[in-house]
């Protein structure tokens, strides 16, 4: 089978399809960056990787959810101390 190597733009297509279908499946919005703050309506949470400023850093990764979208349910208050401006978040249990 032949490989096709894509273009930048047909990645960064590629990239925003997956995480639609994130969002529209899970019901996670996933964060290139930290958001200023938290949109209402919605939590922040993160996987158990240990926490970094960079998202995407030795597998850490954060993402947005509806508060009581029963999908997201391993999920429990974070007192870790990461991104303290952002109040309240939330990690996944393992």
């Known amino acids: 089978m032949a490989t096709r190597i894509l273009s930048a733009r ?3 297509a590629e990239g925003q399809a997956i995480k639609a279908r994130f969002k529209t499946t899970l019901g996670i919005e996933y964060l290139d960056k930290l958001p200023a703050t ?3 309506g919605k939590a922040l949470v993160h996987n158990n ?3 970094t400023r960079q998202l995407g850093l030795r597998g850490f990764r954060a993402w947005l959810v509806d508060p009581d979208d029963d ?5 429990v ?3 870790c101390g990461w991104a ?3 109040g ?6 393992r």
């Open 88 to 93: 309240k978040h939330y990690r996944l249990t």
């Open 49 to 51: 990787v240990r926490p």
């Open 71 to 75: 999908r997201q349910s391993r999920r």
């Open 77 to 79: 208050v974070c007192d």
């Open 84 to 86: 303290p401006e952002l």
């Open 38 to 40: 938290i949109p209402p």
């Open 10 to 12: 047909e990645m960064k």
